[in-house]
């Protein structure tokens, strides 16, 4: 039977090796409210290359949103003066740079509420990349890092959008959403008004929620794996480990996106937990503090940003974009490969392992770690498929299913965040029922 080691509970899916962006059907956004007619977008070659977004453009957003809470009670939460200005900044920066911008008006608490609604002409109208932040503040304060860091930072990327005339494959579509902190009412306004042939057209949805936190941290959400991965590609291209997102769920605007089954992703930078000392050691800043102190406070100002993760989360965003919005998806992270025969003895045998060595990939294995198997064996009911971690845990991937049928090639997404990734890895194979007989053809990892 199994082996004597531990057994997790693996969150292990058998999936097969699909396309990164289901291709999705036709037309443009048709949301409800007033449309601003587009400046003509010229033909020029996309820029491949993500670019670096400034920094000082994103604070110099931040610095108007301040100004704009401070002539107006010291706030822009929904309902209020300070929100209808803040929309009126962005949606003007948007339509000078070539944006078809609509505002879409909702009612709550007995208040008018405004979502920004800004698409790039050009792209593939059926395959369309949104990006959003919520763009209103609380009442208690001018909302800087919350959430003026995600709006400011998705809006320099649509300038740099425009600044590249990038022509990306997919459409191209960005969000400000009002009533966030009511209840993600904007968001939930926008997704349950767009007709079912609107909503299968948008192959993913990025959220950008406190992403300047002063005592940042730099959490990924663990939704879409595409989209996962490719933030975490980002920040393993500059160095940064980083964490899944775990408390997010259900706590952003791409709650009403996933609960529509749209794929999901985003970056966030803490609100109000605590910083562990190991998270400090990893990422600097002071353990034992809230990763923003200021969180739904006053003193959520413009003096409440660490640049630093201002500036690394926006070009992440713009990474994010430039790759998601290609043709080409970003390919996944470094992979591992064993392709050496190895004979599965017949029952009563004794289990056999074929090893991958991995090195040289930072911190722990992703939620995401991606197992190929290619097994050849007749009657594949015979077999128990495992993957052995490094420090021994069990994987259980196949657990003599299939019955009859002959051999397992087949794709796996384990859990494997609390694994260290260094180290050998093992896939291990026993036969479990008399007659029928094969091998281990080969396997790979994909981190
Ligand atoms: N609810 C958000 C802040 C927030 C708290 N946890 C998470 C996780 C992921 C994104 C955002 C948040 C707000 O107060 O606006
Ligand atoms: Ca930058
Ligand atoms: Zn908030
Ligand atoms: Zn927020």
């Not at 939460?77 to 944006?99: E, N, T």
């Not at 959003?132 to 800087?144: F, T, W």
């Not at 529509?260 to 050691?281: E, H, R, W």
Request: aromatic share 8%.
């Amino acid at each position: 039977m199994s082996p004597s080691v531990p057994r997790r509970l693996a969150a292990v899916t058998a999936v097969a090796v699909a396309g990164l962006f289901a291709a999705t059907a036709p037309s443009a956004l048709a949301a409800p409210g007033t449309v601003t007619a587009p400046a003509a977008v010229s033909a020029v070659a996309a820029a491949p290359t993500p670019p670096d977004i400034p920094v000082a453009n994103v604070k110099a957003h931040l610095a108007q949103l301040q100004s704009i809470a401070t002539a107006n009670g010291g706030n822009r939460a929904h309902g209020k003066a300070g929100y209808k200005a803040s929309i009126d900044y962005v949606k003007a920066k948007l339509d000078a740079a070539g944006f078809t911008t609509t505002l879409q008006t909702f009612t709550s608490s007995g208040a008018t509420g405004y979502n920004l609604i800004a698409d790039w002409p050009g792209g593939d109208p059926n395959s369309v990349l949104m990006s959003g932040s919520h763009l209103d503040s609380v009442n208690a304060g001018p909302g800087i890092n919350d959430n003026g860091s995600g709006s400011a930072a998705i809006l320099e990327t649509a300038l740099a959008v425009s600044r590249a005339q990038l022509q990306p494959t997919k459409h191209l579509r960005f969000g400000w959403w009002g009533a966030e902190e009511l209840g993600m009412i904007g968001s939930k306004y926008y997704v349950n008004n767009l007709p079912a042939a609107e909503k299968s057209k948008i192959s993913g949805y990025l959220n950008f929620d406190m992403i300047g936190s002063p005592n940042p941290g730099y959490f990924v959400y663990d939704d879409d794996p595409t989209i996962e991965q490719t933030f975490k590609n980002f920040y393993v291209g500059v160095g940064i480990p980083t964490e899944i997102e775990t408390e997010g769920d259900g706590r952003s605007d791409h709650a009403p996106f996933k609960d529509a089954g749209i794929p999901v992703g985003g970056l966030f930078s803490g609100a109000d937990y605590t910083k562990t000392a190991a998270q400090a050691q990893k990422w600097g800043g002071t353990s034992g503090k809230a990763f923003d102190a200021c969180y739904h406070a006053s003193c959520d100002t413009s003096a409440n940003i660490d640049d630093t993760a201002l500036d690394r989360n926006s070009d992440a965003i713009a990474y994010a974009v430039w790759n998601l919005g290609a043709a080409t998806p970003v390919p996944p992270g470094p992979s591992f490969e064993n392709t050496a025969d190895v004979n599965i003895p017949d029952s009563p045998g004794a289990a056999v392992t074929s090893p991958i060595t991995v090195s040289g990939v930072t911190g722990n294995a992703p939620a995401t770690l991606k197992v190929d198997v290619n097994i050849v064996h007749t009657y594949v009911g015979d077999l128990v498929v495992d993957l052995v971690a490094p420090d021994g845990s069990v994987y259980n991937l196949r657990n003599r299913s299939g019955g009859s049928a002959d051999n397992i090639v087949q794709g796996f997404t384990v859990n494997a965040s609390s694994e260290v990734a260094n180290g050998v890895w093992k896939l291990q194979v026993k036969d479990l029922a008399a007659q029928d007989t094969g091998y281990i053809n080969s396997w790979k990892l994909t981190f």
